[in-house]
């Protein structure tokens, strides 16, 4: 079992930045890769980023390139999700979530282990 908790949510302006982190701990070893999702009210919980563990290659969707960047440190075991460029439509509660194989990294069936969420509140 893995377990993963997030932190570093909050009220920021748009045009500001944010940095979330996620500790993971339990069987890291069993890691394959790692993602940060969101959702908001009323919408499908989506993929902003992914990271496979081993490598650090990266994945996201069009609609955050360029603002988004999702990192992982190995040794402390943690992933992070720099936000800069926020969004009012980027509110939502944030989710880190892993997974212990390959697999399409939006598809977030595949993905075993969730945190519990973090709220992100971008105001205009």
């Known amino acids: 079992q893995v377990q993963l908790a997030e932190s570093g949510g909050g009220l920021v302006q748009a045009g500001d930045s944010l940095r979330l982190s996620c500790a993971a701990s339990g069987r890291t070893s069993s890691l394959y890769a790692m993602a940060w999702f969101r959702q908001a009210p009323g919408n499908e919980r989506e993929g902003v980023a992914g990271i496979r563990w081993s490598t650090g290659i990266a994945y996201y969707p069009d609609f955050v390139k360029g603002r988004f960047t999702i990192s992982r440190d190995i040794a402390k075991n943690t992933v992070t999700l720099q936000m800069d460029s926020l969004k009012p439509e980027d509110t939502a509660v944030y989710y880190c979530?892993?997974?212990?194989?390959?697999?399409?990294?939006?598809?977030?069936?595949?993905?075993?282990?969730w945190g519990q969420g973090i709220q992100v509140i971008v105001s205009s």
């Open positions: 979530a892993g997974r212990t194989s390959a697999a399409l990294w939006e598809d977030r069936t595949r993905y075993a282990y």
